[in-house]
């Protein structure tokens, strides 16, 4: 029902992807049918988007798949509403929901053991907790960008505007705390 703008994920004999119709997709890898899909979108309101008709609720985190649950953001304006989701990566039911999250998502979804860090594109990556999806923290300095890595205990991110890289240690920071 819409592009796909993140490579998809695969775990276990399956495929997950999100797309820009706001749906997040669990297929078989061997079959290609499907096993699951969550639709994000509260409302069926479609925007212009890269020259494409696309969901107010597109999925432009692609599906982060970790230890049986799939994580993804649905929605890109603030505004419009973002939300973060945990699903059960075998059946889809939703483990928990994030709603009303005051980011614009954009980029692949990193998980440390206790965190997700989530790419906003032209802003900092944001911290939220694998637990329960509250918002844990927010990097005090450098630039943006849709591309982040995590290795070992230090997240790096950018290349936003400016077009350099960002290091921090990937900690447990309190909630509201600025790394």
Known sequence: GGPVRLAPSYANGKIYFGSDDGVAYCLDAK???????????????????NERIISTSAIRTGVLVDNGVAYFCAGM????????????ANNGNIIWKETNLQISPQGYMLASKTNLYIPTGRTRPKIYS???GSRIGDFNAGNGGT?????????????????????????????????
Do not use: H, M, Q
């Open 130 to 132: 694998r637990k329960d």
């Open 31 to 49: 079959k290609g049918t499907l096993i699951w899909k969550v639709e994000a979108s509260k409302s069926k309101k479609l925007i212009p988007g």
């Open 77 to 88: 304006f603030p505004n419009e509403g973002v939300e973060l989701y945990a699903v059960n």
């Open 147 to 179: 591309y982040a890595l995590l290795v070992d205990d230090e997240i790096i991110f950018g290349a936003g505007d400016e077009g350099g890289l960002n290091n921090y240690p990937a900690c447990n920071a309190n909630e509201d705390d600025e790394i």
